[in-house]
Nanobody, 118 residues
Framework: QVQLVESGGGLVQAGGSLRLSCAAS????????MGWFRQAPGKERESVAA????????TQADSVKGRFTISRDNAKNTVYLQMNSLKPEDTAVYYC???????????WGQGTQVTVSS
């Protein structure tokens, strides 16, 4: 189990950039697949991006591909989401999550609000 604490959310204008950080505490961070999810008002939670424990493999949702980049620094126990070319449709609460090997998404951050103005 890891505890996840997010930072970096806020208000940004359309076309701008924002970087979210997720700091993890726990001994098993480096063995977790890490991901970012988001939930907009009235919509279901959706997966945004994920990264393997080594950082060698990443995925992004079609809606953010080419704009968002996920990365991790295991030495710092931190995962990042670099968000560029932000759109109002990206407005949501963003959650950091961890997935142990052989398990499901089981560790979640508290969520951080990202608001993109037009």
């Amino acid at each position: 189990q890891v505890q996840l604490v997010e930072s970096g959310g806020g208000l940004v204008q359309a076309g701008g950039s924002l970087r979210l950080s997720c700091a993890a505490s726990g001994r098993s961070f480096s063995t977790y697949t890490m991901g970012w999810f988001r939930q907009a008002p009235g919509k279901e939670r959706e997966s945004v991006a994920a990264i393997s424990w080594t950082g060698a493999s990443t995925t992004q949702a079609d809606s953010v591909k080419g704009r968002f980049t996920i990365s991790r620094d295991n030495a710092k126990n931190t995962v990042y989401l670099q968000m560029n070319s932000l759109k109002p449709e990206d407005t949501a609460v963003y959650y950091c999550a961890g997935k142990p090997r052989g398990s499901s998404w089981s560790s979640w951050g508290q969520g951080t609000q990202v608001t993109v103005s037009s």
